[in-house]
């Protein structure tokens, strides 16, 4: 098939791990026989150096023009001044908007090789198999903002309308699973959890099949780390979800792990890792790849609609969680080239096995 994805590298270890995302995309492109193009643009700090803009019109208007978008992370200390005029992020969050990707999917699970990693030896982490659905276009992040010389405030704003579409997708995400829903809100103390409480109670009747639960933001912070083989989906607010999503990283073993990818009502997705830009270890080499290259990993699988070739590179980066190369994050000494040249090599080895065995076929993994 032929595919338009365009690049968004944006600041910090952004460019070094698109870099390793977009190689893995080629090698599934040369393996399984598609065309796809890239086409690199602006965002974030790079952006206002380039052109005064976190999300420049070219940016933009590319984006809404490609199949789907992989972005890497934007942001860091030289564009973090609190008094600021514009900053990095608003351009993050101005693509979100406009390409109205309201349904953020970060899935969680525990590697076997890296449940030495992670804080909790009580529980069994292969268990562990979590799709948080964060809302991502609305609430505080959203809200008017107001500030004077010694107050400040930001509106957190949902509509019922914003609401149902997002527990929508996740009571739909459920039916695909383990037919287990998790709302997490404040609903004993925000007026809009209380919205969203009514909202999924409303919606819930219309899937009997899916086991709902509520549970307040501040315990379910607590339970994520006691029990986190009891969730399946976990949908939730912007904010309650870009925590609880970091949280759920270091159970994993490393924020560098973990992928996502932003849907709308159509087929263009958003597609970037979980971490931010890592200002500490940028222009080492030395970040791990796998958040984004899983990313690439949700492209293939949301956007294009090849599943073969997304669980092919599930498969290719397990293999190398597994056996190495690993980046020092998770515990190894390599580099992100070496990962990335492994995975290259993990993709080329499932997808000939299977060619040599299925014939032309298409399976991996
Ligand atoms: N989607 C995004 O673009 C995004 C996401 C989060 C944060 N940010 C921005 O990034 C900047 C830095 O934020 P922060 O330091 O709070 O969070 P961060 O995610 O950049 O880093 C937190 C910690 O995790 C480590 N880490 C992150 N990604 C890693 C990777 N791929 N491999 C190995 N280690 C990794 C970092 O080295 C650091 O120690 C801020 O400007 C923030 O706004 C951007
Ligand atoms: C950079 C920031 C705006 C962003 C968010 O809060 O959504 C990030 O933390 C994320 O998780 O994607
Ligand atoms: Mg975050």
Redesign the pocket.
């Known amino acids: 098939m032929k595919a338009h994805i365009v690049t968004l590298p944006?600041d910090?270890?952004g460019p070094e791990?698109t870099a390793a995302a977009v190689a893995v995309l080629q090698a599934v492109a040369e393996h399984y026989d598609h065309q796809f193009t890239f086409e690199e643009h602006l965002i974030g700090g790079c952006a206002i150096d380039a052109s005064g803009e976190p999300l420049p019109a070219a940016s933009l208007e590319a984006c809404k023009k490609a199949d789907a978008v992989l972005l890497g992370?934007?942001?860091?200390p030289k564009w973090?001044d609190p008094n600021a005029k514009v900053r990095?992020?608003q351009g993050?969050l101005a693509l979100r908007a406009a390409l109205g990707v309201y349904a953020n999917l970060r899935p969680l699970q525990v590697h076997p090789a890296l449940a030495n990693l992670s804080p909790l030896k009580n529980e069994k982490l292969k268990d562990v198999d979590v799709l948080f659905v964060r809302e991502l276009t609305g609430g505080a992040y959203f809200g008017a903002k107001t500030r004077t010389a010694d107050a400040a405030t930001d509106e957190c704003r949902y509509t019922e309308a914003e609401i149902e579409r997002v527990v929508r997708r996740a009571f739909a995400l459920a039916r695909e699973r383990r037919h287990h829903l998790t709302s997490v809100d404040k609903a004993n103390v925000l007026e809009t959890s209380r919205l969203w409480r009514n909202v999924v109670q409303r919606i819930a009747p219309e899937y009997r099949d899916v086991k709902v639960e509520h549970q307040l933001v501040d315990s379910m912070a607590m339970l994520l780390l006691t029990q986190p083989g009891r969730y399946d989906v976990v949908v939730t607010e912007n904010l309650f979800g870009d925590i609880l999503t970091d949280e759920a990283a270091a159970l994993a073993g490393?924020?560098?792990l973990l992928p996502s990818a932003s849907l709308g009502d159509g087929k263009r997705g958003l597609y970037?890792?979980i971490?931010?830009?890592?200002?500490?270890?940028a222009g080492q080499g030395v970040?791990?790849p796998t958040?984004a290259m899983l990313s690439a990993a949700m492209l293939l699988r949301h956007s294009l609609g090849l599943e073969e070739e997304a669980q092919c590179v599930e498969a290719a980066v397990s293999h190398v969680l597994a056996h190495g190369p690993r980046?020092r994050?998770v515990g190894g000494q390599g580099n992100t080239a070496a990962v990335r040249d492994a995975v290259l090599m993990a993709v080329e080895d499932h997808a000939s096995t299977h060619h040599a065995f299925f014939a032309g076929g298409r399976a991996c993994g």
């Open positions: 944006g910090g270890v791990v992370a934007v942001g860091g973090s990095p992020e993050l490393s924020l560098g970037e890792p971490h931010g830009s890592a200002p500490d270890i970040a791990n958040g980046t994050d």
